[in-house]
């Protein structure tokens, strides 16, 4: 098992571009995780899926941002028109949920970096 | 509403010193609680945790206890060395699926 992977490591755009990240959670871990990491701060939780279905977003997730997870495996965060204050380091986790609903251990990406120009 | 406070940072010691990094929370119901650390230029990583009152998770010579009467989890370690420093976060999972993440401490322990 690699672990949680995440592409592209850094990305560097201008004010107005689209991006789009990729994660790859660790096989076989049904639930996936997006977080914002800005500056000196703690991770903030953006969304999350288990399969396919988008279960929930938070209020940061402006209507600029948009995730899928299509097949339940790779999900996807696009950004479109970026704005300056998007940049920060975007973090994926994937947990496996047991049978008896404990919450598991959230293994962590290396995140990708955004600056937006 | 749900909330998580930690100390701040940074944090400065010399090896073999004690450390202690507190944590707080508020909760309506009784979170799973959970310390990551971030070594430098690497991901999250799971530290330790604990699910329920008074369970004590521990890993790598640290320690946090369940605290449910003075809703703490405070990190704890005996004699820290120059390969703990790094940047640790207090997060609980409040039932709704989602880590809340604190501040950050950032630890620097010096030889």
Sequence with gaps: ?117 | GNSVTQMEGPVTLSEEAFLTINCTYTATGYPSLFWYVQYPGEGLQLLLKATKADDKGSNKGFEATYRKETTSFHLEKGSVQVSDSAVYFCAPNFGNEKLTFGTGTRLTIIP
């Design chain 1, 1 to 117: 098992d690699t672990g949680v992977s995440q592409d592209p490591r850094h990305k560097i755009t201008k004010r107005g571009q689209n991006v789009t990240f990729r994660c790859d959670p660790i096989s076989e871990h049904n639930r996936l995780y997006w977080y914002r990491q800005t500056l000196g701060q703690g991770p903030e939780f953006l969304t999350y899926f288990q399969n396919e279905a988008q279960l929930e977003k938070s209020r940061l997730l402006s209507n600029r941002f948009s995730a899928e997870r299509p097949k339940g495996s790779f999900s996807t965060l696009e950004i479109q028109r970026t704005e300056q204050g998007d940049s920060a380091m975007y973090l994926c986790a994937s947990s496996e949920r047991t049978s008896g609903g404990a919450y598991n251990e959230q293994f962590f990406g290396p995140g990708t970096r955004l600056t937006v120009l």
